[in-house]
C-alpha cells in the first residue's frame, strides 16, 4: 500500500491563481481530512469527509473548497491564493471515524507571493 | 471548546537521558488522547493513544503516556533519549462527539550528544 499521497509537494503561486491540492489514500478509509500547519500553530483541520459526498468544515476553511467523490481523493482547492494561505498542508485518513488514528500524507508546501 | 496546550516550545536533553513532554487537554468529557511525532520534512505518525482504561498507555519507539484525569493532562515519556528521537511531537486531543481532532502547538526535541 502506498497509504497517502499528495502531490505536489511543494507549490509557488502568486496572489489570485487557483490551485487544486490533490490527496488520495489506497486503505479504503472512510475519514480523510486536511489540514495546515503554521509555526507555532500546530495542525489546524481545514475541511473534513467522513465518507463519499459528505464533507463539512473545519476550525479554518475560508479560502478553501473540497470534494470527496470517491472513497480514494479528496482534493482541496484554493480559489483565490492569498499570501496568508502560505503553509504546509497535510492531507490525513483513518479506517474508522471514532477511532481517529489518522494517517498522514507527506504534506504539500505551498508558497504565496 | 476542547484545547490541547503543550507549554515547552522546545526541549534539549542530552542522549540517553530521560524525556518529559507535557499536555493539557480541556474537555468537558473523556477525551480521546494522542501524540503524534513528526520528523523534519515528514508527515505525521502516531506514537500512541489513549481511549479508556488503563491510564499508562505504551506506544512505539520505547515512548509512553500516562492520563490524569485530575490534572486534565496526558504527558509523554521516555526512559532514554537516543539521537533519533529529534524531531517535533504533537499532542491532540478527539472530539467524542464529532468528527475533529485539536492538535496542540508542537513541542520541538533537541538531542545533544
Known amino acids: 500500500n502506498a497509504g497517502v499521497t499528495q502531490t505536489p509537494k511543494f507549490q509557488v503561486l502568486k496572489t489570485g491563481q487557483s490551485m487544486t491540492l490533490q490527496c488520495a489514500q489506497d486503505?479504503?478509509?472512510?475519514?480523510m481530512s486536511w489540514y495546515r500547519q503554521d509555526p507555532g500553530m500546530g495542525l489546524r483541520l481545514i475541511h473534513y469527509?467522513?465518507?463519499?459526498?459528505?464533507?463539512d468544515q473545519g476550525e479554518v476553511p475560508n479560502g478553501y473548497n473540497v470534494s470527496r467523490s470517491t472513497t480514494e481523493d479528496f482534493p482541496l482547492r484554493l480559489l483565490s491564493a492569498a499570501p496568508s494561505q502560505t503553509s504546509v498542508y497535510f492531507c490525513?485518513?483513518?479506517?474508522?471515524?471514532?477511532?481517529?488514528?489518522?494517517?498522514f500524507g507527506p504534506g504539500t508546501r505551498l508558497t504565496v507571493t | 471548546a476542547q484545547s490541547v496546550t503543550q507549554p515547552d516550545i522546545h526541549i534539549t536533553v542530552s542522549e540517553g537521558a530521560s524525556l518529559e513532554l507535557r499536555c493539557n487537554y480541556s474537555?468537558?468529557?473523556?477525551?480521546?488522547l494522542f501524540w503524534y511525532v513528526q520528523s523534519p520534512g515528514q508527515g505525521l505518525q502516531l506514537l500512541l493513544k489513549?481511549?479508556?482504561?488503563?491510564?499508562l498507555v505504551q506506544g512505539i519507539k520505547g515512548f509512553e503516556a500516562e492520563f490524569k484525569r485530575s490534572q486534565s493532562s496526558f504527558n509523554l515519556r521516555k526512559p532514554s533519549v537516543h539521537w533519533s528521537d529529534a524531531a517535533e511531537y504533537f499532542c491532540?486531543?478527539?472530539?467524542?462527539?464529532?468528527?475533529?481532532?485539536?492538535f496542540g502547538a508542537g513541542t520541538r526535541l533537541f538531542v545533544k550528544a
Open positions: 469527509s467522513v465518507g463519499a459526498g459528505i464533507t
Open positions: 474537555y468537558g468529557a473523556t477525551p480521546y
Open positions: 489513549y481511549f479508556s482504561g488503563d491510564t
Open positions: 486503505m479504503n478509509h472512510e475519514y
Open positions: 490525513a485518513s483513518s479506517w474508522q471515524r471514532d477511532t481517529y488514528e489518522q494517517y
Open positions: 491532540a486531543v478527539g472530539d467524542t462527539g464529532g468528527f475533529k481532532t485539536i
